[in-house]
């Protein structure tokens, strides 16, 4: 598991490889991924927005951005988590992902950018 904090909010990311698959005649290696968001602040939060930065080590970066998570754009009172799962499909065994989020400030109606630390998305049994 790796974790970020910025400006109260922790993020918590742990994956796992969950198999390999066949598209259009390649091979592909699929990894899931659990983001907790906790509201470790004294304000209420939403989050609004993501960028994601996806390496793969036989490939180029890939960026993906949209709005929310999963369709989901979480309002967290302090104290609050909100937990995700999502998935990730890469042409190699070995890669990574980091970005962060967009988030709102209710008190102050200002945005503000949380960090996602990067994490490492490899096949179990490429360690031996």
Known sequence: MVQQITKGIKISVTTNFEGTSYRNYKLYYAFSYQVTIENQSNETVQLLQRHWRIYDSL???EIVEG???????????PSEKHTYSSNCFLTSPIGAMRGYYNMVAFSTSKTFKVRIPTFQLMVSNIYN
């Open 59 to 61: 490939n180029k970066t």
């Open 67 to 77: 709005s929310g998570v999963i369709g989901k754009k979480p309002i967290l009172k």
